[in-house]
């Protein structure tokens, strides 16, 4: 039997992997798919408390709404951001972000 | 006339009007038009000189009326653009109308060829504009207004000649001069405003007479506003100005000298005396200015070697005079007064500029004789001089028996005895000016001394003719008319006392003798008295050292608190304040820039430990 818990650890764990993707990863492609990681744990979060509502209330169905919410606006941005990755390739030859530091004092 | 019959008081507010779009028009298009547009000044003067007699004519039939409208709504407050029309400001809507146009008559004659003349009339038209607002208004805020405009007015005509350096130091002194007493002015309005909650004026007597507002409060704010007077009419000590404004052009000072600039300290005190007379006291300090001014001033008209600053002495002198008259609850007496001697002394500084447009000089001990080569000017002068010394039946010995009579109605045998002697004095120097000026031998470089055209001698003869014939006003005429002082305060019929009537017309008498026995005889030597009392002609021929001590005071207390002002705003405001609290930033910013270090994962992680730092908080101590 699958409780509310199991969606929570599952969503933890994911969002755990894809933070510490984000923060120690040097490549930004790998960071933009750590980033979709945690997006997408947020999703399990969203669909596993909506699986567990009580389906005669009116707003039962609000959690998968919201969750194909994020995977169109995911999808958008990932657009986005891959545009973004592949002019700074053209641009510097490196997506490492180490070397990117123009924002430093 | 048809026309006419629908012209009547609810007119009055287009005299200042047609004035003040001169002015405009004169700025604007005076450039396209030959001289500079100096006629249509003087063409808005003469229709509003016109449309004064039709205001009269309607005053005298269906009497005072005030029209007003609304500028401001405040709450409960209203604050309107009105006029009032009474027989107050009507006699001085004429007094106004009437020397503004001959002196800008006279003026196309006297500037003639000069340039920026069209900015010279426009000025002109600014002046009368604001001084006629001034009369017609019926709240303290229109009034003031009107009264600053004034002085912008006269700024302007003093300094018309800013080239030269006296001229525009002159005209500085006349503006911060009066701008003092304008603030007690200020105050005072805004006294009244806050004790009775009206500008009007009306609204202010009555709330005053009924014991809305504190007999302490109504002192305070007629001593300001009298101060404002004093800063307005040249009374000691804000005498200094006067002197020093005869630098600009001489219809300039005819102008200010008896229709704008310093009748406008005396109308205010006329036009407040309802609530002057609520507070004694401030009666007795309005006479007492007054007194001393009118002897002050006579005894260095005396000693002046330059025609017109001995002329300024006189008019300071003679506000003194209206002054003490005021002090002594003769309204009338005051303003007819005040009309006598703007005649007069229009006429007078007119023709102290055709002798000096003449012969070039302004010292009185240059010129001699003059009477040969320019005859109407000298029989106008004589005239203006003559009025003015109090001799009868011109109007200036009318007004000085109204005056005298009222010092010793309500002030006394002290005030009337330093008056008297007073009087004696003016008409000494004015026989003084009159002899030395037009009497004795010509000057061999006066020999090519010749008459002023006509456009000039014909404002003069009008306004001799007026200063001969306005004394009569003072007389009653009939059943509806019982003098001027009845005309305008109700103050009962004409009368006089023969005994001081007899003395003060003896005195004059005196002073003219004694001025005839010393400057055109000779039996009494000026110079002979000047040496025996060295040291008293001394401090007179320098004014009294009062122009001394103001820049003794400005060098040594002024400039002295500016400089520790000055310092204290560079080295606490500046260097501490400013300066101090940006060199804290720009230092602690130095050392936290550090945190910028441009690395995404930094950031990141700033973030999320923040993040968690934030659950933590709201659970553990929040929740």
Redesign the interface.
Known sequence: MIELAHFQVLSAGLFAIGLYGVLARKSAVLILMSIELMLNAVSVNLVGFAAFVDFTEPQRALGQVIVIFVIIIAAAELALAAAIILRLYRSRSSVNVDEIDLMRW | MPFGETIGTEWAWVIPALSAAAFFLTVIFGRFLPRQGAYIPVAAIFLGFVLFWYVLRDLLTSGPASFDITWISLGDTRIAWGVNVDRLSVTMLGLVTFVALLVQVYSLGYMKGEPRQGWYFAAHALSAAAMLALVLADNLLFLYIAWALVGLGSYLLIGFWYERREAAEAAKKAFITTRIGDVGLLIGIILLFESTGSFDISTIFHVAQSGGISQGTITVAAVLLFLGAMGKSAQFPFHVWLPDAVEGPAPVSALIHSATMVAAGVFLVARMLPLFELAPGVMLLVAGVGLFTFVFAGTLALVMTDLKRALAYSTISHLGLMMLSLGAFGLGAAIFHLVAHGVSKAMLFLGAGSVTRVTGKTEIWDMGGLRRRMPVTAITFVIGGAALAGIPPLSGFFSRDAIMLAVMDNRGPAFLVVALAAAALSALYMARIVLVVFFGPLKADNEHAHESPLVMTVPLVLLAFTALTVGFIALPWGASYQGFGDFLADEGGFHFEVWLTALTLALALAGVAAGWLTYRTGHISHGQIARRYSGLYRVLVNECYVDDLYQWVVDHVVLAAGNFVALYDRVVINDTGVDGSALTVMLSALRL?????????NY??AM?LGVVGLVLVWWLVLA
């Open positions: 820039r550090h945190v910028q270090t441009g690395h995404l994962y990141g992680l999320s």
